[in-house]
């Protein structure tokens, strides 16, 4: 019997899942352009073409489908031949292999796939890659917005109703969504209403979650601090640093309060992104830690295991009721490390804390379904591992999966229901 017609492999490919993490955009925005092969290693794949040499000017003509593709995969190729073993890169050539039927990308089939790839660009390609091919049940899907690609896709939006970044877009941005919801933002009391009434509307379209990024902790302050840092900033004052973090830190325990009262969960970025050249330490998943302090009765969704902090990220949720572990886009980042936390996870934390996958996509369903695919292998390897070094029976591999991959993410997730 070879490894992958074993019974866990079996329910772990087969299982209907829940993708726990993906940003899928309304399929227009996917439809308005015709892709090719290169264009599909744009978002994460990119920033391991960046960090393998690519210019920034390259990386951008390489991803502009004005350029004619032949110009393009001659900056593409060398660049590509040093980043195809990553587990960003793995993902889209699982796509290409799977869903659009060429098995090696080279000088000779750069083409053809290209021309399939638009071919089967068209109406459904989302349903088709993950729900059909993908056998996605649900996508929790963090498009910031109420409008969906599919009636399966429940979405999440972002926890703060305005970043405390650049005071002007800020304000502007404040003042449209106040017409929106009939309030005259002056003060920090009529801010607070506002968030109020946005968070109502959330609960009215069947918003699941809201999300964020952690941030390195700021001095809490209170009311009347707060008060007064708004009023500046609202008159387009520049605030000091500290005092921009501690306004922002107000402003999202009030957000955090709000979602706990609506029932939503706070889905948290934690470790590296997707860019270069920025420190990621701010990302660090300790961070999260006196927030947490703070808010025994909201619930925490930490994103990406913390990566690479994972031994902190697995340390947090073995010390708060409140957090769970979803492993979205660790499985890409860093296929083996999410291999090895799957035995460490086993061994230490509660198994209804855990959600097993996730694309982190935005435009491109069929990277997704090819992330999602290898992830589904890699949880198979290393439920396996387990399995055959006596920690788990095939029963018990095949429970946790169900649970990790499906069931989980409703309790975790509580707006998400359960099929009826
Ligand atoms: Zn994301």
Redesign the pocket.
């Known amino acids: 019997m070879s490894a992958r017609s074993s019974p866990i492999y079996d329910c772990v490919l087969r299982l209907k899942a829940v993708d726990a993490?993906e940003?899928l955009l309304p399929e227009q925005e996917r439809l308005s352009v015709t892709p090719d092969v290169v264009w599909l290693f744009h978002q994460y794949s990119l920033r391991e073409l960046r960090c393998a040499g690519m210019s920034e000017s390259d990386a951008q003509a390489v991803m502009d489908l004005s350029v004619s593709l032949h110009k393009r995969w001659r900056i593409f190729k060398p660049f590509y031949e040093s980043i195809k073993h990553t587990g960003c890169a793995q993902g889209v050539l699982c796509a290409m292999k799977d869903l659009y039927g060429c098995g090696d990308l080279n000088d000779k089939t750069y083409v053809p796939v290209s021309e399939e790839i638009a071919r089967q660009n068209k109406p459904g390609i989302t349903d088709r890659f993950l729900g059909q091919k993908g056998n996605i049940a649900h996508i929790l899907n963090?498009n910031y917005q109420y409008r969906q690609p599919v009636d399966y896709a429940h979405p999440i939006v972002s926890l703060n109703i305005a970043a405390v970044w650049s005071p002007k877009s800020v304000v502007k941005d404040v003042r449209e969504l106040g017409r929106k919801h009939r309030v005259a933002v002056t003060d920090l009391d009529s801010y607070l209403e506002l968030m109020g009434r946005v968070y109502a509307d959330y609960r009215k379209h069947k918003v699941i979650g809201v999300?964020t990024t952690i941030f390195p902790p700021a001095r809490t302050i209170d009311k009347r601090r707060a008060s007064g840092h708004f009023a500046r900033f609202w008159r387009g004052k520049s605030l000091a640093p500290d005092a921009r973090s501690s306004l922002f830190s107000f402003l999202q325990d009030a957000a955090i309060g709000y979602a706990a009262q609506s029932d939503f969960t706070v889905a948290v970025?934690c470790g590296i992104g997707a860019g270069v050249n920025y420190d990621f330490t701010d990302q660090h998943v300790r961070h999260m830690i006196p927030l947490l302090l703070r808010h025994p009765g909201a619930r925490f969704d930490l994103?990406h295991l913390g990566y690479p902090w994972m031994g902190e990220a697995i340390a947090i949720a073995q010390s708060f009721p409140n957090v769970s572990l979803n492993l979205?886009?660790c499985h890409a980042n860093n296929p083996s490390v999410y291999e090895r936390a799957i035995a460490d996870l086993v061994g230490s934390v509660a198994s209804n804390k855990i959600l097993a996958m996730g694309g982190?996509i935005w435009r491109l369903p069929d990277v997704a379904y090819g992330y999602l695919k290898l992830a589904r292998l890699g949880l198979a390897r290393a439920l396996s591992g387990c399995v055959s070094d006596g920690r788990l029976s095939s029963g018990e591999a095949c429970a946790l999966a169900e649970a990790w991959l499906n069931s989980n993410a409703f309790a975790i997730y509580p707006k998400l229901k359960l099929p009826a």
């Open positions: 993490h940003h963090c999300k970025h994103f979205c886009w982190d």
